[in-house]
């Protein structure tokens, strides 16, 4: 199934028991989706990366098991808890660093729970019903990051059109649709009151230059590319209204793991004095972790340091660290973490989220 060269932004696609993703490792040179059949098939897309955000990895894990689990016939809830839990279990293994699996498959569980005796086909009917919304229920708490992040920037902006920074990939292919940091620009473009979006091209998988100015593009918002070693002299030389990034977890003390360089984004805009904000849906936020020092950090393998669709990049023999990502500490996060339920202080996660549970 290919998109040929019309360009999507669409990061999955679910339609009567099948699941296509649009393989992100392509872009912005080729697009088309490649089927996935099971959780096996789940797993690959993750792990490899042809499919990434946190939001995005966390429904592609269900969706992959709505898909699996469909046509099975379970002889009783026991057989199918065991089965939902053993596969999201091996599904949080692809991508440990990111926290939507693993807040999915509690989720799900606390749904075997509640519906237990409605017997195996009336749990399995439900199991299924929440897998299918969950893309549906993303793209509307994206929208709602959106609105509440664009209408914070331009308060503290007196309501001029603002340039924004973000960084890596958060946007329509990292999510259900629309986006996060991402979608916060699109909600400032919408309101008429972005004066420019920067993407940092997010070495070394470029996930900035492939795939955001992919989305920006798309979308006709006014935009600039630049390297990672740029953001400095970017602020210092511009009036940045705001730096948005998204998140791949954040923990009680509302310290942030997300894609290597945002620490350092989020010290030299502490530096210049530019409002550092993190956009996450509250699934990315786990509270079973006090501070950041908790998180595991996943490690990619070095020829993603090295080489780019087969050309190489570096000395033979060079040994390299590649970190997939870093933890930004809360006193960094200046404007606060952007969810779907307002702006909150970095320091304030944990008693907002105790708050509306």
Known sequence: MSGGNARTLEAMKYDSGCLYILDQLLLPDESQYVQVKDTEDGWNVINKMQVRGAPAIGITACLSLAVEMEPINFSSTDELTDYVTRKMKYLVTARPTAVNIADSAIKLNTLIEKHKEQGVSGLKHVLLEAIRNMQQQDINTCKAIGLHGAQHILKHNDNQCVKVLTHCNTGSLATGGYGTALGVVRALSELGKLDRAYCTETRPYNQGSRLTAYELVYDNIPSTLICDSMTSALMKCNTIGAVVVGADRVVSNGDTANKIGTYQLAIAAKYHGVPFYVAAPTTSIDTRLQTGEEIVIEERPQNEMT?????????????????????TPNELITG???TEHGVWSASDVKIKMESII
């Open 307 to 327: 080489s780019i669709k087969g050309i190489n990049l570096a000395a033979k023999g060079i040994t390299c660290w590649n970190p997939a990502f870093d933890v």
């Open 336 to 338: 606060g973490i952007i």
